[in-house]
């Protein structure tokens, strides 16, 4: 599934990819915003997501997948674990996490 979840983010409007903390966290930014982390050496595999914070407490009552974020703002950030997850539900989580980071940049950027 990793390489549908980078091929989904890497479709999006101005995203790119890096590894600027290690060799194993993949991340994801839209103009140089992170919206995705990718945790490459965990099984099940783990991905990080900006979310907004009633949504993303709604989602970890929900969701036994979905914890506070990992290294990250815990009010802002879930980490996912992508076990029993449909494909089409973390899409849908990485949309509104990218969304989140993309309505916060200046219009001059996003034009």
């Keep these: 599934m990793i390489e549908e979840l980078r091929n989904y983010c890497l479709a999006k409007k101005y995203v790119s990819e890096s590894f600027p903390f290690d060799e194993s966290t993949l ?4 103009h140089h915003k ?3 982390l990718i945790s490459l050496e965990q099984d099940p595999l783990r991905m990080n997501l900006k979310c907004e914070p009633e949504k993303a407490t709604e989602l ?4 036994w997948q979905v914890i506070p974020g990992y290294h990250s703002n815990k009010k802002h950030w879930n980490t996912i674990i992508i076990d029993g997850l449909s494909l089409k539900q973390v899409q ?5 996490s990218y969304q989140l980071v993309w309505d916060k940049l200046p219009r001059k950027i996003k034009n």
Excluded: N
């Design 34 to 36: 992170m919206f995705a």
């Design 27 to 30: 991340v994801f930014k839209v």
């Design 92 to 96: 849908e989580w990485i949309d509104h």
């Design 60 to 63: 970890r009552e929900a969701y």
